[in-house]
């Protein structure tokens, strides 16, 4: 059937938003996020765009949609890794290697005019929001945040000559299993003379909290691989997003000497209520959505946790962990999922493995040059 492949100007973003909620409609595990947060973060008013630029493609196969891609350049991460790296994103296709390549072959094309020897990806639309594609652990539905897509589409990326860069963990932990005891005593080696101290955000101060999040994110992440600093415009969209969401059990910092040292922020699954809506809210779906809500979520996610680095090897990732643990099970939650760390950061992955969590799922990265 006839093939085309369409560069999207502003006046198509709904559809291109639109196309993964149509094709995985049926599909017992992927979750979208709210269309209009989806719209949010690929309009041009983010904050992300200041210093990034995409552009949008989409295939139609006999008049259908068969697929898109956002090719991305993000002029911070490669005035920061000194690289000139394109990127693509928001990778969704039917299984259909034509469609995928040509779809590929437009963003490598308009890449490579934008003076980029390499593409990267999936990251949407970097590796401060989600990126990654799912290639094990296709057998539970995502976590808050976290990517799903179904097992055919590395075979679409690899068979346009991509391969791997890295792999990301994501880890799960049973509350049933509490915290090791031999981890416990170094806690309260460390905690003796009161010089360390954890502390639940309040929200009556939440202002305060979220700018010591904001201090310890980019130096915490700096070394990391593919790490880009946030702006504080992109700080500021991130806490605005966060605000409405958070109680004392989500979000606490570890202090050393009444310093903000290191934080780690949970989130209960809130994809078990937008897997109700598909994508929006409407009169039909509001209930169950609201239901889904308020009712307990038994499940969620450490997706962030962090030490400043002249705070570390001191064991505070420890003490955060074992919060994390306790507020786990004070929501009720049966099981953690710890995501996402680099395959190899043996620092962090090491400490995780310690507390008895396993990986449970992983994502890759890929790489090409144009």
Same mark, same amino acid.
């Given at each position: 059937?006839?093939?085309?492949? *369409?560069?999207?100007?502003?006046?198509? %973003?709904?559809?291109?938003?639109?196309?993964?909620?149509?094709?995985?409609?049926?599909?017992?595990?992927?979750v979208g996020e709210l269309k209009k947060d989806v719209r949010r973060l690929l309009g041009l008013g983010h904050p992300f765009w200041r210093h990034g630029e995409r552009k949008l493609f989409m295939a139609f196969r006999d008049g259908?949609?068969?697929?898109?891609?956002?090719?991305?350049? &993000?002029?911070?991460? @490669?005035?920061?890794?000194?690289?000139?790296?394109?990127?693509?994103?928001?990778?969704?296709?039917?299984?259909?290697?034509?469609?995928?390549?040509?779809?590929?072959?437009?963003?490598?094309?308009?890449?490579?005019?934008?003076?980029?020897?390499?593409?990267?990806?999936?990251?949407?639309?970097?590796? &401060?929001?989600?990126?990654? %594609?799912?290639?094990?652990?296709?057998?539970?539905?995502?976590?808050?945040?976290?990517?799903?897509?179904?097992?055919?589409?590395?075979?679409?990326?690899?068979?346009?000559?991509?391969?791997?860069?890295?792999?990301?963990?994501?880890?799960?932990?049973?509350?049933?299993?509490?915290?090791?005891?031999?981890?416990?005593?170094?806690?309260?080696?460390?905690?003796?003379?009161?010089?360390?101290?954890?502390?639940?955000? /309040?929200?009556?101060?939440?202002?305060?909290?979220?700018?010591?999040?904001?201090?310890?994110?980019?130096?915490?992440?700096?070394?990391?691989?593919?790490?880009?600093?946030?702006?504080?415009? /992109?700080?500021?969209?991130?806490?605005?997003?966060?605000?409405?969401?958070?109680?004392?059990?989500?979000?606490?910092?570890?202090?050393?000497?009444?310093?903000?040292?290191?934080?780690?922020?949970?989130?209960?699954?809130?994809?078990?209520?937008?897997?109700?809506?598909?994508?929006?809210?409407?009169?039909?779906?509001?209930?169950?959505?609201?239901?889904?809500?308020? *009712?307990?979520?038994?499940?969620?996610?450490?997706?962030?946790?962090?030490?400043?680095?002249?705070?570390?090897?001191?064991? %505070? /990732?420890?003490?955060?962990?074992?919060?994390?643990?306790?507020?786990?099970?004070?929501?009720?939650?049966?099981?953690?999922?710890?995501?996402? *760390?680099?395959?190899?950061?043996?620092?962090? @992955? &090491?400490?995780?493995?310690?507390?008895?969590?396993?990986?449970?799922?992983?994502?890759?990265?890929?790489?090409?040059?144009?």
């Amino acid at each position: 059937m006839p093939l085309e492949i *369409t560069e999207l100007d502003e006046s198509g %973003l709904g559809a291109f938003v639109d196309f993964p909620y149509d094709l995985f409609r049926k599909h017992p595990y992927w979750v979208g996020e709210l269309k209009k947060d989806v719209r949010r973060l690929l309009g041009l008013g983010h904050p992300f765009w200041r210093h990034g630029e995409r552009k949008l493609f989409m295939a139609f196969r006999d008049g259908l949609p068969a697929g898109r891609i956002a090719a991305i350049i &993000n002029s911070k991460h @490669n005035s920061f890794h000194d690289e000139k790296c394109g990127f693509f994103g928001f990778f969704d296709c039917r299984e259909d290697p034509e469609s995928a390549r040509l779809l590929f072959d437009a963003a490598f094309k308009w890449s490579k005019a934008k003076g980029m020897d390499k593409i990267r990806g999936p990251v949407n639309p970097s590796t &401060n929001e989600s990126c990654g %594609l799912l290639v094990d652990g296709f057998d539970s539905p995502p976590m808050v945040m976290m990517p799903y897509n179904p097992p055919y589409y590395a075979g679409l990326i690899m068979e346009s000559g991509f391969t791997k860069v890295k792999d990301l963990y994501a880890f799960q932990a049973f509350t049933r299993d509490g915290f090791p005891e031999r981890l416990e005593k170094v806690i309260r080696r460390m905690t003796r003379d009161g010089r360390v101290t954890l502390e639940l955000v /309040e929200i009556a101060r939440i202002d305060g909290a979220l700018a010591d999040l904001k201090d310890i994110y980019n130096s915490a992440w700096d070394n990391n691989w593919g790490f880009v600093p946030m702006t504080n415009e /992109e700080m500021d969209e991130l806490t605005r997003s966060l605000r409405p969401l958070l109680k004392p059990e989500y979000l606490y910092f570890v202090k050393v000497d009444g310093r903000s040292a290191g934080f780690a922020l949970l989130l209960p699954d809130f994809n078990s209520p937008l897997k109700a809506v598909h994508g929006s809210l409407n009169p039909l779906n509001i209930l169950p959505f609201l239901y889904r809500m308020f *009712t307990p979520i038994n499940r969620g996610r450490l997706l962030a946790l962090g030490v400043k680095k002249e705070f570390r090897g001191r064991g %505070l /990732e420890l003490l955060l962990i074992k919060q994390a643990v306790a507020s786990a099970a004070k929501m009720g939650w049966e099981y953690g999922d710890l995501s996402w *760390t680099l395959e190899d950061n043996d620092r962090v @992955n &090491n400490v995780i493995l310690a507390v008895g969590a396993k990986v449970y799922k992983k994502f890759r990265i890929y790489e090409r040059a144009v």
